[in-house]
């Protein structure tokens, strides 16, 4: 099963059960990536409305979707999307945000929506897309539930890559391919995220320095073995 098809039925299931959250943070990936998990965010919306996560040409009622103008996402942004999640929904349980490009956020609208995500209506489910979770303030990032999103190979070459990706505690491991691994790692620990949240804690911030900055990749890797073994 694909990855995405297994984030799919998780959604599926937290929503039969009504015990969908009110806010989720999307990240991770690569650039290329950001239009995927945009598409997904919007699948999920689909299935709120139309109990179905193939998009269709048909514009969804319940939705409303924040994108930078410029190199930011205002306040004004954020008195528009409260006064649509305040709104009660016809034809979805939810109303639907969906924030693109969630780096954007000034440190305004970052706290208006924190205010939100403090006291959300029943009604209201923020999705937020961002690279990197480290681009937000701790304080909103704690207001949310964190989906990780792993970077998808490119059609030529990368395949093979990730098909070979090396044990995460593999000595002989090329240095290239540890982010591979800890990816490949981390999508092991998300199978029962309440028994492992605390080394997909470790893991997530390791993979957040790798990707952020100029770091020695064995140097992270041999640095949360002990959490991680």
Not at 54 to 67: D, K, N, R, S
């Amino acid at each position: 099963m694909d990855y995405l098809d297994e984030i799919k039925n998780n959604f599926k299931y937290l929503i039969e059960r009504k015990v969908l959250s009110h806010a989720y943070l999307f990240f991770g990936g690569n650039e290329r990536d950001r239009d995927s998990i945009y598409s997904f965010a919007m699948s999920l919306a689909h299935f709120l409305e139309r109990n179905d996560f193939a998009v269709t040409g048909q514009p969804l009622v319940e939705v409303q979707v924040i994108e930078k103008k410029g190199e930011t996402i205002g306040i004004d942004a954020m008195r528009d999307m409260r006064y649509f999640l305040y709104q009660q929904p016809v034809f979805a349980s939810r109303r639907t945000v969906v924030v693109r490009d969630a780096e954007a956020l000034t440190p305004e609208a970052q706290n208006a929506i924190l205010k939100i995500a403090e006291e959300p209506p029943a009604q209201a489910l923020m999705l937020l897309i961002a690279r990197n979770e480290e681009n937000l303030y701790g304080t909103l990032r704690s207001r949310l539930q964190r989906i990780y999103f792993r970077a998808v190979p490119q059609e030529e070459g990368e395949g093979k890559r990730y098909a070979a990706a090396p044990s995460l505690f593999d000595e002989a491991a090329y240095e290239d391919m540890l982010d591979v691994s800890l990816e490949a790692a981390l999508l092991t620990l998300m199978k029962d995220p309440l028994a492992n949240w605390k080394q997909m804690k470790v893991l997530l911030h390791r993979l957040t320095l790798m990707k952020q900055f100029t770091t020695n990749k064995k140097l992270q890797v041999r640095a949360m073995r002990q959490h991680l073994r």
